[in-house]
């Protein structure tokens, strides 16, 4: 079947995203594994993973999870086909920091009818995170403010095609309900790379996180931005603890540094009442 000849169904309204350990992405966790002939098993998993961070018990991460207010941007993370199962992914961390997180499945000759209700509510405007070598000029945008002035009531919703640079490739091609979007092409020149935990075919490869992270922080959420940034290297410091059977500093810098941005969210709410 032609991508193009999938029918589209009329989008229902949208449901708002939950946060927690229960939020969009461990929700479409559940439910590949529950649509999987045969259990995922991943690297590492003999001892048994914490459900709330993925990760074993005694690197659990859940108590230091960051609890922030809402942000003025939502992400939209259309995942492939296993990437929510992964340990190593990092959308996950992106729905533990931004409340408005809603997480779909992709497939080729399917579109989930929630992704079109989303995309189509009209408090949000979408922008699909690719980069823009790889579209028509006309939709390409650099920053937010030229969409925003022409709809300044609504609040910016990222698309992040969560996948290897393949698969995110393939998803934006045969994704025909994405082509009347605008693009926002990110050119961080001056940010490096702290990704980790996979290897990229790309030497100038952001994992999700750090793509959301830029994109939080044009949106003017810097805070939530920094705090992402902070959650993703707390996270890849216990992972790869596991993973090197190296021991855990769990009062390093980058834990430090979580610590902080946390507080400081809790002094403003005091200062605030």
């Known amino acids: 079947m032609c991508t193009h000849d999938v029918p589209l169904p009329s989008p229902p309204s949208p449901l708002p995203p939950e946060p927690g350990p229960g939020h969009a992405v461990a929700r479409l966790r559940t439910a590949r594994l529950a649509a999987s002939a045969k259990p995922f098993v991943a690297r590492g998993s003999g001892g048994g993973r914490c459900a709330g961070c993925r990760l074993i018990a005694s690197h659990c991460l859940c108590a230091s999870r960051p609890q922030l207010p809402r942000t003025r941007a939502g992400v939209c993370l259309v995942m492939g086909d296993i990437e929510a199962l992964k340990p190593s992914n990092t959308g996950w961390l992106v729905a533990d920091v931004v409340a408005d997180t809603w997480a779909f499945g992709w497939s080729r000759t399917a579109v989930d009818p929630g992704l079109l209700a989303l995309l189509a ?15 028509s000029p006309e939709r390409v945008v650099t920053d937010l403010n030229a969409v925003e002035d022409l709809a300044p009531r609504k609040r910016p919703l990222f698309v992040l095609l969560d996948g290897t640079w393949s698969e995110a490739r393939k998803m934006f091609r045969k994704s025909p309900y994405l082509d009347h979007l605008p693009v926002l092409s990110l050119h961080p020149e001056q940010v490096v790379s702290n990704y980790r935990l996979r290897r990229s075919a790309r030497e100038s490869h952001f994992c999700t ?52 941005l946390v507080a400081s969210v809790g002094s403003f709410d005091a200062g605030a009442r």
Do not use: I, N
């Not at 509510?121 to 579209?135: A, R, S, T």
């Open 121 to 135: 509510d009209p408090q949000w405007q979408p922008y699909v995170v690719f980069p823009g070598e790889f579209v």
């Open 209 to 260: 996180s750090e793509v959301a992270a830029l994109c939080l922080a044009l949106a003017g959420d810097s805070h939530a931005a920094d705090t992402l940034a902070a959650w993703l290297d707390v996270f890849t410091a216990h992972y790869l603890s596991v993973k090197r059977w190296a021991p855990l500093d769990r009062a390093s810098e980058a834990h430090q540094r979580l610590q902080a």
